[in-house]
């Protein structure tokens, strides 16, 4: 479906562009000039709240495991224990590579020209590792805990179409300098697919075997929605030629996308669960004979559940300082 509306509305820019230019000929005052411009840029943002993804994994495991063999450290039930796996915790976004194609064209007034362009990025993480527990009993005797992930998947795509105005600073030969502001709808979807498998093992006297039969589980959940798109910054063009200049862009973007909801499945054992609804943040407290933790995760059920004591809505946002460049043709 998206790959079907990014063909859709680049052929809209470049019908705009051909059928723009006849209708201008009325006027023989005022004779605009256009551009066809290609931006490719790099964008800094931790994606709003689609963070809390690997937040919440990260949260849950410590509590489970790393918090629940210290406490059984401390109190010398076991000798110790070890952690082998991923140091940097569960997968997260923290940069993002937009591009855009737009079509730009002279207004009335000579400092001023606008644009209209359509802008998407697409990131996809999928990884397949394992985190592994282990806790000495005595110099003999250790127990084995694993959750072994085969994928962990996350992908995000964001679209946009922005329009743009661009105010002149200066009107060189070689350098012009520029400030812009953009206004535009946008849209995007999110994808999260995990399937992880508890495994336990020990090992006594060298030898090792499976402690319990291991356990299947796995969560999908799908999620679109709309928002809104403004930036604002400054750019430099360096003209090659009457009719080609290479240009760099830096500002602040401020993208949102509200309402976010879809379609979502777990599986635990040989219990299914499927559901619909809008993507929440929501607040649950776990307690155990080890401790107590609170933690917000995403979940997209259209109930909250009896543990949840507090929820908000979901943003996925892709704003954040954007750095981009590009080529631009004139006609």
């Known amino acids: 479906m998206y790959k079907a509306t990014k063909i859709i509305l680049l052929g809209f820019l470049l019908a705009a562009a051909a059928g723009v230019i006849p209708l201008t000929a009325q006027s023989t005052d005022w004779r605009p000039k256009f551009r066809i411009e290609f931006v490719g840029g790099w964008l800094s943002t931790s994606l709003g709240d689609i963070g809390l993804?690997?937040?919440?994994?990260?949260?849950?495991?410590?509590?489970?495991?790393?918090?629940?063999?210290?406490?059984?450290?401390?109190?010398?039930?076991?000798?110790?224990?070890?952690f082998r796996g991923r140091e940097d915790g569960f997968p997260r976004f923290k940069n993002a590579f937009p591009w855009e194609a737009r079509v730009r064209f002279q207004s009335p007034w000579d400092l001023v020209t606008f644009s209209v362009g359509f802008r998407t990025f697409s990131l996809n993480q999928e990884e397949t590792f394992s985190n592994e527990f282990e806790r000495t009993v005595t110099e003999t005797e250790s127990h084995i805990d694993r959750l072994a992930y085969r994928p962990y998947h996350l992908s995000i795509d964001s679209y946009a179409i922005p329009l743009t105005v661009f105010y002149n600073l200066t009107d060189g030969e070689a350098v012009d300098a520029s400030l812009f502001l953009s206004l535009g709808p946008s849209w995007?979807?999110?994808?999260?697919?995990?399937?992880?498998?508890?495994?336990?093992?020990?090992?006594?006297?060298?030898?090792?075997?499976?402690?319990?039969?291991?356990?299947?589980?796995?969560?999908?959940m799908e999620g679109k929605g709309l928002g809104v798109l403004v930036e604002g910054g400054t750019r430099l063009d360096f003209n090659l030629g009457s009719l080609l200049s290479l240009f760099i862009e830096a500002g602040f973007t401020y993208q949102s996308v509200f309402s976010f909801k879809g379609k979502g499945r777990e599986v635990n054992g040989s219990v299914e669960e499927n559901w619909e609804g809008p993507w929440m943040i929501r607040a649950i407290d776990l307690e155990a004979s080890w401790g107590k933790a609170s933690i917000d995760f995403i979940d997209n059920r259209p109930t909250k559940g009896s543990a949840v004591w507090a929820e908000k809505a979901f943003t996925f946002s892709s704003s954040g300082g954007a750095v981009q460049g590009g080529i631009s043709i004139r006609f």
């Open 53 to 82: 993804i690997g937040d919440a994994d990260d949260a849950y495991q410590k509590f489970m495991y790393d918090d629940r063999y210290s406490a059984k450290f401390a109190s010398k039930d076991i000798l110790y224990w070890s």
């Open 188 to 220: 995007g979807s999110a994808l999260l697919e995990k399937s992880w498998t508890e495994e336990f093992d020990k090992i006594v006297d060298g030898e090792r075997s499976v402690e319990a039969p291991p356990v299947s589980h796995s969560l999908r």
